[in-house]
Nanobody
């Protein structure tokens, strides 16, 4: 059974920092690309950051320079270090694991965590 369990969310003032963690089990972690998505009330879910199985990272423009995604394949963990937080970062942050199963058929194997709430308030 695949499980992705997030932790580390909470309340923080603008300018503060949080570190989110996602513990994965039930998958061969090292072959999956891992991502963090967020969804704010009344808004669509958006990709925040992704790190490939090879360790390459990409970020949404809105978080570049403030957030850092990393992974520890030995521990089956992915992290999101969030600095200089602003109220617009308030959302539920979810961990995602994905790998391509069939390139021609565009079929993927994808899993989601339940999410952790991040609230940035003055």
């Amino acid at each position: 059974q695949v499980q992705l369990v997030e932790s580390g969310g909470g309340l923080v003032q603008p300018g503060g920092s949080l570190r989110l963690s996602c513990a994965a089990s039930g998958i061969i972690f090292s072959i999956y690309a891992m991502g963090w998505y967020r969804q704010a009330p009344g808004k669509q879910r958006e990709l925040v950051a992704v790190i490939t199985s090879g360790g390459s990272a990409n970020y949404a423009d809105s978080v570049k320079g403030r957030f850092t995604i990393s992974r520890d394949n030995a521990k089956n963990m992915v992290y999101l270090q969030m600095n200089s937080l602003i109220p617009e970062d308030t959302a539920v942050y979810c961990c995602n694991a994905v790998r391509v199963v069939d390139w021609e058929a565009r079929r993927v194997d994808e899993h989601w965590g339940q999410g952790t709430q991040v609230t940035v308030f003055s």
